[in-house]
């Protein structure tokens, strides 16, 4: 049962234009939304979160979407550039459950091109 | 140190036999947790420690796993009698208080798991 859904396993972008990166959740109960990089060999980094009672948070180049009803949210990065090409992950969490228990989707790898 | 800090990088094992990997996290960080990466996965969810007591165990495969936390500090994560299936990248995280509002987890960069 995978709460947590990146239907993309790979993104090609050219440098300088947008990449989005896209995730879907089934729990409802989820509220906390985040986004982790990850190069090879190193440990996921994060990156942005969202609560669920905002539909946008933005830093510097990356801005993350949330549509609550669609339960969809989506991470956008502009311009591209190279150092940016890693796997991203898609996490979710509920406050009720007392923890922060993340659940990660199965990742999207973005390869920005020259 | 400045990181999470992870215990062997690498691991080759032959089946049947117990492993423990080891997870030092970023010192004052009183929420620990184990993840694992297998192979074209996403990131899977263990246990998390809250100080030296794991309210959440409820991502254990099975009972050949455990895991401990002494000191409110150093983890240990075990396995016993490891099978193929457990081969994966085992990431141990840390966190300033369980909780979320901003709480990042820290990640280690894993311990690599191979099961013969």
């Known amino acids: 049962d995978q709460q947590v859904k990146q239907n993309s396993p790979s993104l090609s972008v050219q440098e300088g234009r947008i990449s989005i990166l896209n995730c879907d959740y089934t729990?409802?109960?989820?509220?906390?939304f985040l986004w982790y990089k990850k190069y090879p060999a190193e440990g996921p980094t994060f990156l942005i979160s969202i609560s669920s009672i905002k539909d946008k948070n933005e830093d510097g180049r990356f801005t993350v979407f949330l549509n609550k009803s669609a339960k969809h949210l989506s991470l956008h990065i502009v311009p591209s550039q190279p150092g940016d090409s890693a796997v991203y992950f898609c996490?979710?969490?509920?406050?009720?459950?007392?923890?922060?228990?993340?659940?990660f989707g199965q990742g999207t790898r973005l390869t920005i091109n020259p | 140190g400045a990181g999470v800090s992870q215990s062997p990088s690498n691991k080759v094992t032959e089946k049947g036999k117990d492993v423990e990997l080891r997870c030092d996290p970023i010192?004052?960080?009183?929420?620990l947790y184990w993840y694992r990466q297998s192979l074209g996965q996403g990131l899977e969810f263990l246990i998390y420690f809250q100080g030296n007591s794991a309210p959440d165990k409820s991502g254990l495969p099975s009972d050949r796993f455990s895991a401990e936390r002494t000191g409110g500090s150093v983890s240990t994560l075990t396995i016993q009698r490891t099978q193929q299936e457990d081969s994966a990248v085992y990431l141990c995280?840390?966190?300033?208080?369980?909780?979320?509002?901003?709480?990042?987890?820290?990640f280690g960069e894993g311990s690599r798991l191979t099961v013969l």
């Open positions: 996490a979710a969490s509920a406050q009720v459950w007392g923890a922060q228990k993340l659940v």
């Open positions: 729990n409802s109960m989820f509220d906390y």
């Open positions: 010192s004052g960080h009183t929420a």
């Open positions: 995280a840390s966190s300033v208080a369980g909780g979320l509002g901003g709480g990042e987890l820290f």
